[in-house]
């Protein structure tokens, strides 16, 4: 008798559950949505881009979206006459970003030496140091370095090598008027023997200053090949090695210029007199840098299982609330006992969008939720889809 009993009262609470269970899932069949928003951004140079990727996740939709923006730099040579202020600040901040230019230089007895922004604005020459600092630090003759007629300084600064940059205005010390390469020059080791040859060329020069063999040369050949001069009196680049000392030799970049200092001895008083020679390449063109910006985006849409929604331009509005139906179902033991606890187990089953899913898909999905009730019972929920009575 109390087992019938049990028994019959079980298959009550089994029609109320199923009852329950079914109003349950069809209140709460409108999608539980857990929104998920991740945006990366990546940048990289040569050339210069970002992408950013940002991605939704909406129900069992996926939207990615992804932004590329892309700099290309464009060059138009041009003097430095014709640019404008800010097309030198272009064209100084590029060089640097490319590497071609320092931001300072560090000079062996002096230090860090940067990058004079008003010398390059007003000359359009890449050197390093404050104009009037270099010239009070560096003794490269007996004379001073600045000249209060012209206002001028000997030196502009350090050139990018850590040579000093002459100034092709600043006025000569003195000049016979003989043709230098007629003069009678003294050799490296005679100005080292002599303490009025050292005072002229400077022991900077002489001692802290050193390039590459190859770099003299190459300065001197130029200088022979504008000189022609020099070289019908056959003097050749060797022999301009043997007798000048330098202060900076000349670059593939054009960024410098070469100069060599020599002492001679004059045949009219046999007194020993210097002279400076400058060495240019042809007029630099700089490259004047214009940015363009192009900008693509692309929208990639999945479902669930990754496969791609699109339509025609390819970006799809997708209706955020699919169509559910649900078969709800409760599965209990056939037979309990008063006072022993029976397992009730969620059976259900969904039909989203004419796709079948179980009620642990559709649960995890966040597409629908259940819920357990019984009246005068104690539920004990053991997860998501099992409970105890």
């Known amino acids: 008798m109390n087992k019938t009993t ?45 992408v950013t990727t940002t991605v939704t996740k909406e129900g069992n939709i996926t939207t990615t979206k992804v932004t590329t923006k892309k700099e290309e730099t464009t060059y138009d040579k041009r003097k430095f006459s014709t640019l404008s202020p800010g097309e030198k600040t272009a064209v100084i901040n590029d060089l640097i970003k490319q590497g071609l230019v320092k931001q300072y230089i560090t000079v062996e007895g002096a230090g860090k030496q940067y990058l004079s922004t008003s010398v390059w604005q007003n000359e359009g020459i890449i050197s390093y140091g ?27 600064g350090y050139d990018i090598n850590g040579g000093l940059y002459a100034n092709d205005d600043f006025p000569r010390d003195s000049d016979s008027g003989k043709a230098p390469y007629k003069k009678n020059w003294l050799t490296l080791q005679q100005i080292k023997d002599s303490t009025t ?12 200053l050193s390039f590459p063999e190859a770099d003299k040369t190459a300065t001197a050949s130029l200088f022979l090949t504008q000189n022609p001069a020099w070289g019908s009196y056959g003097i050749t680049a060797p ?49 004047v840098p214009t940015v363009t910006t ?3 985006t692309t929208t990639t849409i999945t479902d669930s299982a990754g496969t791609p929604i699109t339509t025609d331009s390819g970006i799809v509005v997708v209706d955020p609330d699919p169509t559910i139906s649900a078969v709800a179902a409760l599965s209990l033991p056939k037979t309990t006992y ?30 629908a939720d259940n819920d357990f009730d019984a009246p005068d019972g104690d539920l004990r929920r053991v997860n998501k889809l099992q409970s105890t009575v």
């Open 6 to 50: 049990a028994k019959t009262g079980r298959l009550t609470l089994l029609l109320f559950f199923i009852f329950l269970l079914a109003a349950s899932f069809f209140v709460s069949l409108s999608p539980v949505y857990a929104e998920t928003n991740t945006t990366v951004t990546v940048t990289g140079k040569n050339p210069v881009y970002t």
């Open 294 to 296: 192009t900008e693509t």
């Open 239 to 287: 022999y301009i090695l043997n007798h000048f000392y330098f202060n900076s030799v000349i670059s593939d970049t054009g960024f410098t210029q070469g100069q060599f200092i020599g002492v001679h001895k004059s045949t009219y008083n046999n007194q020993l007199y210097y002279q400076s020679f400058a060495v240019k390449r042809d007029q630099i063109l700089w490259p």
């Open 130 to 156: 404050q104009t009037y600092l270099v010239n009070a630090a560096v003794s490269a003759t007996s004379h001073s370095n600045y000249d209060a007629d012209s206002g001028q300084y000997r030196y502009w």
């Open 197 to 208: 040859a050292i005072n002229y060329i400077g022991k900077y020069t002489m001692y802290s």
């Open 338 to 367: 008063v006072g022993h606890l029976a397992l009730a187990k969620d059976c259900s089953m969904y039909d989203v969008d004419g796709v079948s899913y179980s009620a642990a898909r559709a649960y995890e999905e966040g597409l």
